[in-house]
């Protein structure tokens, strides 16, 4: 079982950065897989990036602007988020599967947590 936990949503003008950070429980993290998505007002939840052993994914809409890291020492996984725009608006989910394959599709991660809120004012 693993649990993960967001933080570092907020509010902030377009242009502006924030960090997300995904806390997880347990001792076999670097096993997992990791993604973030999105889910904004009105919006189906939608893959935002992802990390694995082997590098980074990262959906069209925010490559360029967006960054995934992780930290296997501190069992943490992190978005940095520069650029943001209006329509980055939305509630951030950290996903997690176990295995070396990362994911677009939602359904396929087994571990969720309860997601933090990012509002970009323009």
């Known amino acids: 079982q693993v649990q993960l936990v967001e933080s570092g949503g907020g509010l902030v003008q377009a242009g502006g950065s924030l960090r997300l950070s995904c806390a997880a429980s347990?001792?076999?993290?670097?096993?997992?897989?990791m993604g973030w998505f999105r889910q904004g007002p009105g919006k189906e939840r939608e893959f935002v990036a992802a990390?694995?052993?082997?590098?980074?994914y990262f959906a069209p809409s925010v490559r360029g602007r967006f960054t995934i890291s992780r930290d296997n020492a501190k069992n943490t996984v992190y978005l940095q988020m520069n650029s943001l725009k209006p329509e980055d608006t939305a509630v951030y989910y950290c996903a997690a599967v176990s295995g070396s394959r990362y994911y677009t599709d939602a359904s396929r991660y087994d571990y969720w947590g309860q997601g933090t809120q990012v509002t970009v004012s323009s």
């Open positions: 990390i694995i052993w082997s590098g980074s």
């Open positions: 347990g001792r076999t993290f670097s096993s997992y897989a």
